[in-house]
């Protein structure tokens, strides 16, 4: 099973940026399409974006569209999510995910996940 890392979460201002990243130590990521979700306290997990295995596919929530930029780096087995104009109502635990044998987007059945890492937004 894919085993996923993220990594970057953190406290910002609003109107900050963070940058969280999605690895996978014994497993080669480029074969894969690459989910983002997140879950905020009391609410239900959400999809927040999404890249196809070769990276020419994206897409967005629109709650987060013109403000978040997925992206992926197969040469670094990594995909980064880049959050600029962050709002309080981002804070939430944010995963990446994965969906055996699917390469393009959405991840329709995730079946690895990553444990997670807190993004919080709070002046």
């Known amino acids: 099973q894919l085993q996923l890392v993220e990594s970057g979460g953190g406290l910002v201002q609003p109107g900050g940026s963070l940058r969280l990243s999605c690895a996978a130590s014994?497993?080669?990521?480029?074969?894969?399409?690459i989910g983002w979700f997140r879950q905020a306290p009391g609410k239900e997990r959400e999809g927040v974006s999404c890249?196809?295995?070769?990276?020419?596919?994206?897409n967005y929530a629109d709650s987060v569209k013109g403000r978040f930029t997925i992206s992926r780096d197969n040469g670094k087995n990594a995909v980064y999510l880049q959050m600029n104009s962050l709002k309080p109502e981002d804070t939430a635990v944010y995963y990446c995910?994965?969906?055996?044998?699917?390469?393009?987007?959405?991840?329709?059945?995730?079946?690895?996940w990553g444990r997670g890492t807190q993004v919080t937004v709070s002046s």
């Open positions: 014994e497993f080669t990521l480029k074969y894969y399409a």
């Open positions: 890249i196809s295995s070769s990276g020419g596919t994206t």
């Open positions: 995910a994965a969906e055996s044998r699917r390469i393009s987007c959405p991840i329709r059945i995730v079946t690895s």
